[in-house]
């Protein structure tokens, strides 16, 4: 196990960062009372990126990349339960879009801060960070082959099901369009030069862009949709 502190310690600046749902957990509550899904899909995220922006920042002062990729549900932005932030209430059908906000507007501030944060510094004359929320789609992993009890049956036929209609990706290319997230110059600054003639990518008004699994590399990629 690595530690934030441990990445602070032996780095002065990283240049991407890519948060993920690292643990499958879906039902439940964890011991400090948090609903387990949101726990490794929003908190932990978020705390990782926010833990890890002051060395991206580091990055964006220098030629390298300044970019977070958060690995979650752009693009599929839901209604937001005002009155159960932590959806200890609301249905599991209800929690992917209020999650995917969530994560969306999160990133939003994130990125916002650390516009704020360049703009009142006078030593920094970089580039801005890039806070990108993506959406892989359903990716076959042996997650779902370790999923216990009814939810393990119904992961594992609908993963089936979504398979033969071709629309489910494997790892290997899940990775292949994250590292694509990570260098290229769609996401502006900086990146991999992209050809003449492929637009940049729009942003929903801060640092930040989406991309998702219908879509990856779009000509204009989706603005987020209000709930």
Request: aromatic share 6%; proline share 5%; charged share 15%.
């Amino acid at each position: 196990m690595v530690f934030l502190s441990e990445i602070h310690l032996s780095n002065t600046l990283i240049s991407t960062s890519l948060p993920s749902l690292l643990v499958s957990v879906f039902v439940g509550l964890t011991p400090e009372g948090l609903h387990a899904l949101l726990a490794t899909a929003y908190y932990d995220r978020t705390l990782i990126t926010a833990h890890l922006t002051p060395l991206l920042l580091n990055a964006a002062s220098s030629p390298s990349i300044a970019r977070a990729v958060s690995v979650a549900g752009g693009c599929d932005e839901g209604i937001i339960h005002a009155d159960d932030l932590a959806a200890l209430k609301i249905s599991f059908g209800a929690i992917r879009g209020h999650l995917s906000s969530l994560n969306t507007l999160t990133l939003e501030a994130l990125a916002a801060n650390a516009e704020t944060q360049t703009a009142n510094s006078d030593s920094f004359h970089g580039n801005k960070i890039s806070f990108i929320h993506a959406n892989p789609g359903i990716v076959r992993t042996p997650v779902q082959d370790r999923m216990m009890g009814v939810f393990g049956v119904f992961a594992r036929v609908l993963m089936w099901v979504k398979k033969i209609m071709g629309e489910a990706i494997g790892i290997e290319e899940s990775g292949e369009r994250h590292l694509y997230l990570l260098t290229t110059a769609r996401f502006t600054p900086g990146g991999v030069p992209i050809q003449n003639g492929t637009l940049t990518a729009t942003t929903t008004g801060g640092s930040r862009v989406e991309a998702n699994e219908r879509n990856p590399a779009p000509e204009k990629i989706p603005r987020r949709r209000d709930g």
